[in-house]
């Protein structure tokens, strides 16, 4: 491949020797080393391949030995210059398009999105064209770790973010976190309030925060605690422990005693725990009890698009083309292999009439519907790490309403956070001995 294309740049020739004596031809171009390769006998002469430069240097050899040469045909860039030599738009237009695609490379002009589920692409490009990141910026002013540093704060439920650069395309790959990073271990927690550690830390090796730094954790709904990993901060409650909403279940502040059990300070800290309880979620839904049901006439209508930096051309229409129209879009944008892409992208629309009529739902499609809609909102619940222990949901469906309605019984993670109360201790001054004059 190489060499071919060697051969191509460099140019070469097709030939025909014939003559008196074209094997001491053949002869003379070995030791003078011009390289010739396909070589074949052909009706008393032979047809072979040289190169532009070796062909340049066998005018000697041919008068020498009274053979005959003829040009049978040529290849290479060096005569596909010389074919259009006069054509100047044509080379003009060549090094535009080499000098566009060179300007194009320079850009960013996708933006792809991997291992996302909870997040939407148009969701995460949203939020990265807010930070400025957006498709159109130059490769240069790309920065990579801050990208993922930007994603990582500000949703809390990725745990790993990769940034790169393929090409023309910003590649981001996303790792959400499932909710299972429950510990197989327990905390055991202390049972006294005056100084405690988590993880089996001595109060020394406790990695303290400043005052304005120093937050609890409260509870935020009504439940019984079932699981309780601490690693910083000092518990309040155990497994088996019922809490309110707003409760302190780890405190962020320790205290600090002297020998004789006295509170002489205290240590800041910013908690962190894992804390699951029994929850409740009362639950309600309902559907119309009738539908528009959609039937086609075959009526399409067509609009055409570009898309060039932004800028739009179309042919033919598709708003308000009947009363009653679905519109689907299909759109792809083009690309040099398989990262360059360039700014520039086509499609259709289509637009297909329907006329609309009112019917009413059958019983059994009106439970359906309750019953995929209960499901979705719990496979959601799912998806947020939210186990679902059972329900009493119960779906009711009348002559003026169908509805459904109950309780779900959650085991969920209920922390949040809340800056911690500041104390101070007052230090008393031991009194001054009173002296006696004798």
């Not at 014939?18 to 008393?44: K, Q, T, V």
């Not at 894992?274 to 067509?302: H, N």
């Not at 520039?344 to 009112?358: H, L, P, V």
């Not at 496979?379 to 009711?396: P, T």
């Amino acid at each position: 491949m190489i060499r071919s294309l060697i051969r191509y740049l460099k140019g070469y020739v097709k030939i025909r020797v014939e003559g008196y004596s074209p094997e001491r031809f053949l002869n003379m171009c070995c030791f003078h080393h011009i390289l010739i390769w396909g070589l074949y006998p052909a009706d008393g002469s032979y047809e072979l391949y040289m190169q532009l430069s070796g062909f340049r240097r066998i005018r000697p050899f041919v008068r020498k030995t009274h053979t005959k040469v003829t040009v049978l045909e040529r290849f290479g860039f060096p005569f596909f210059l010389a074919r259009y030599r006069r054509r100047k738009l044509f080379f003009g237009g060549l090094l535009l398009c080499i000098f566009l695609i060179y300007g194009y490379s320079l850009f960013i002009w996708d933006i792809h999105f991997e291992g996302n589920e909870r997040w939407t692409d148009e969701t995460l490009t949203e939020f990265l064209a807010s930070e400025g990141v957006a498709p159109g910026m130059l490769k240069r002013t790309v920065d990579c770790p801050e990208i993922v540093k930007e994603i990582r704060t500000a949703y809390n439920d990725i745990v790993w973010v990769s940034a790169s650069i393929d090409g023309s395309r910003l590649k981001i790959q996303i790792k959400e976190n499932d909710d299972t990073f429950r510990k197989d271990t327990v905390s055991s927690g202390t049972g006294s309030s005056g100084t405690a550690s988590s993880d089996g830390q001595n109060p020394e090796e406790i990695e303290t925060a400043g005052e304005g730094d120093a937050t609890d954790l409260i509870a935020s709904s009504d439940g019984t605690i079932t699981e309780i990993i601490t690693r910083s901060g000092v518990p309040q409650v155990h497994a088996g422990d019922q809490v309110k909403a707003g409760d302190i279940l780890v405190l962020g502040r320790i205290e600090v005693k002297n020998d004789s059990g006295e509170v002489i300070g205290y240590q800041y800290q910013h908690s962190d725990a894992d804390i699951y309880a029994d929850t409740q979620m009362e639950y309600s839904d309902s559907v119309p009890l009738t539908e528009p049901e959609k039937t086609y006439d075959g009526k399409k209508r067509f609009q055409f698009f570009f898309r060039f930096f932004g800028w739009t051309a179309s042919v033919g229409t598709v708003r308000n083309s009947f009363e009653n129209c679905e519109i689907y879009t299909k759109e792809i944008q083009m690309k040099a292999g398989e990262n360059f892409y360039l700014p520039f992208s086509f499609g259709f629309k289509e637009a297909r009439s329907y006329t609309a009529e009112e019917r009413t739902c059958t019983q059994e499609e009106l439970q359906k519907k309750l019953s995929l809609n209960f499901r979705r909102f719990c496979e959601d619940l799912e998806e947020k790490g939210i186990h679902i222990r059972g329900n009493s949901v119960k779906i009711h469906i009348g002559e003026n309403s169908a509805d459904a309605s109950g309780t779900i019984y959650l085991n969920e993670r209920i922390t949040r956070e809340a800056d911690t109360e500041i104390l101070t201790i007052e230090r008393k001054e031991p009194d001054e001995p009173v002296g006696t004059d004798d």
